[in-house]
């Protein structure tokens, strides 16, 4: 298996403009997770899903970001419009959650966002 | 704040020397787990002990939980240049299915 497949790997946006990023988990998972880390706030969870609905999305910091997972197999996050202060490594993880249980993450390589 | 902590938040040792985190939290959980984070990449699961363990091994790795004190340490033995990384530990927020994870130890392994 690929892992949890993110793009784009580095985006450089100006202030104001749309960012998209996107996220492909691992096939089989069935839940996936949005997480942000900053040298500041450290690792901060967004939102995450499950089967492909919307659990939890208290960690979204504003109306300016929104996330998306159309089927199993992709999940984007949008941030719109984009400021400096949204500058950080974004992460997509996914999992299988089975009985309630909470197992591990497998998380991809991340996109490195700058907003200039 | 269901948020742990981990101590140190930064360590550094002699290449062999073994390594030491501790992390604590503050919710009823029924597994912990740690992560390897290296610069620049995603983190990677390490280990996971259940509530009803209190040690498990992997390799180079040792990771304790004390449930009655909250509490879980992960020991790296003799530690090569490659251990140099974050160390995260996690656990399952309380009522919900999704991850806490600590501010994390910053691991140097100095040749």
């Known amino acids: 298996d690929a892992g949890v497949i993110q793009s784009p790997r580095h985006e450089v946006t100006e202030m104001g403009q749309e960012v998209t990023l996107r996220c492909k988990p691992i096939?089989?998972?069935?839940?996936l997770f949005w997480y942000r880390q900053t040298m500041m706030r450290g690792l901060e969870l967004l939102i995450y899903f499950n089967n492909n609905v919307p659990i939890d999305d208290s960690g979204m910091p504003e109306d300016r970001f929104s996330a998306k997972m159309p089927n199993a197999s992709f999940s984007t996050l949008k941030i719109q419009p984009s400021e400096p202060r949204d500058s950080a490594v974004y992460f997509c993880?996914?999992?299988?959650?089975?009985?309630?249980?909470?197992?591990?993450?497998?998380f991809g390589p991340g996109t490195r966002l700058t907003v200039t | 704040s269901q948020q742990g902590e981990e101590d140190p938040q930064a360590l550094s040792i002699q290449e062999g020397e073994n390594a030491t985190m501790n992390c604590s939290y503050k919710t009823s959980i029924n597994n912990l787990q740690w992560y390897r984070q290296n610069s620049g990449r995603g983190l990677v699961h390490l280990i996971l002990i259940r509530s009803n363990e209190r040690e498990k091994h992997s390799g180079r790795l040792r990771v304790t939980l004390d449930t009655s004190k909250k509490s879980s340490s992960l020991l790296i033995t003799a530690s090569r240049a490659a251990d140099t990384a974050s160390y995260f530990c996690s656990y399952p927020a309380q009522g919900a299915q999704k991850l806490v994870f600590g501010q994390g130890t910053r691991l140097t392994i100095n040749p």
């Open positions: 096939s089989g998972h069935n839940s």
């Open positions: 993880a996914s999992s299988f959650l089975a009985g309630g249980g909470v197992y591990e993450q497998y």
